[in-house]
């Protein structure tokens, strides 16, 4: 693998935290499609909705976490160890993760709410 790819891969990769949170805000939207309302706590229970394989998916990708976080860091080491450039991965898994803690805390609209409810 080039170097140039090898780098490209590695921003792709250590995006995991920000694709995670792209997959959980999109079923919320789907559940607001579905509900015709913003989902909010005790209003629907996520499990209950038609599309119960997304929750599952969310489930599953919630259990696996660390696997988000460590893999790209040692798919990085092992960039640096090879000879590509790893700081532009580094950069997106530090900013990835920071808007990660950053929405899953402060939790706008109440959707983690409504997802553990």
């Given at each position: ?10 921003v792709?990769?250590c ?31 996520p ?50 993760s ?20």
């Amino acid at each position: 693998m080039s170097k140039r790819a090898g780098t490209w891969l590695s921003v792709a990769i250590c995006a995991a935290p920000f694709w995670f949170l792209c997959d959980f805000y999109l079923f919320w939207l789907i559940s607001y499609v579905h509900l015709g309302a913003w989902p909010r706590q005790y209003l629907a229970d996520p499990k209950d909705l038609p599309f119960g394989y997304y929750y599952e998916h969310l489930a599953i990708c919630l259990l696996v976490w660390p696997l988000f976080v460590l893999g790209p860091i040692a798919g990085l080491i092992w960039l640096k160890l090879s000879g590509g450039k790893a700081w532009p991965g580094m950069v997106i898994l530090v900013a990835s993760s920071v808007l990660f803690c950053l929405l899953w805390f402060n939790d706008p609209g109440g959707c983690v709410e409504w997802f553990f409810d």
